[in-house]
């Protein structure tokens, strides 16, 4: 696996790492109670410094992680898309995540980048399943999932005590 790949460009959309350069996109993007309306509560803006941490160890020991999503063609920031693993139930697995700015939801970007991470997880990282955990009362996110082909599969409980749906598939 070449660990320094991110998925390819979509019609609309470009993928970068994040850095600590994004952190006030990042800080604005998590801290927007609209955005993190299925969170417990927004973040922080520590918070979200600790988010692109997170993310940085990801890309370091697994070669992904969540991306900063841009326009393709003015380089705006949309928000961050990517796989980071998950466990559910006792069980670790590749899971598929998008955080969308408010502003630009329902146009299309968190399909248009959840299906390339998708695409990614399959052909350049092999993986054999990837989910996607979600609330139960999310159904923008419901349908992203289902959008790229990830059907519900069960109803499970969070780490942290929530209930989740568990929508999966196999590659």
């Known amino acids: 696996m070449n660990t320094a790949q991110i998925p390819s460009p979509t019609p609309r959309l470009a993928f970068r790492r994040m850095t600590a350069d994004d952190l006030d996109d990042m800080a604005g993007l998590l801290g927007d109670p ?32 969540l991306w900063v999503v841009t326009l393709l063609d003015t380089g705006e920031f949309v928000g961050d898309c990517g796989l980071t693993p998950q466990e559910i139930e006792g069980v670790v697995e590749l899971e598929v995540g998008y955080h969308v700015r408010a502003e630009l ?36 996110s419901q349908r992203v999932a289902e959008k790229i082909g990830l059907p519900l599969e069960r109803k499970a409980v969070s780490r942290s005590g929530l209930p989740v749906h568990v929508h999966a598939t196999a590659f």
């Open 34 to 65: 609209e955005v993190m309306r299925f969170y417990p509560s927004p973040k922080t803006r520590a918070e979200a410094l600790a988010w692109i941490e997170w993310n940085q160890r990801l890309y370091r020991k697994h070669g992904y992680g």
């Open 105 to 140: 939801q329902g146009l299309g970007y968190a399909t248009e980048a959840a299906a390339a991470c998708r695409d990614y997880a399959r052909d350049v990282l092999g993986a054999e399943r990837l989910i996607a955990i979600i609330r139960p009362d999310n159904r923008p």
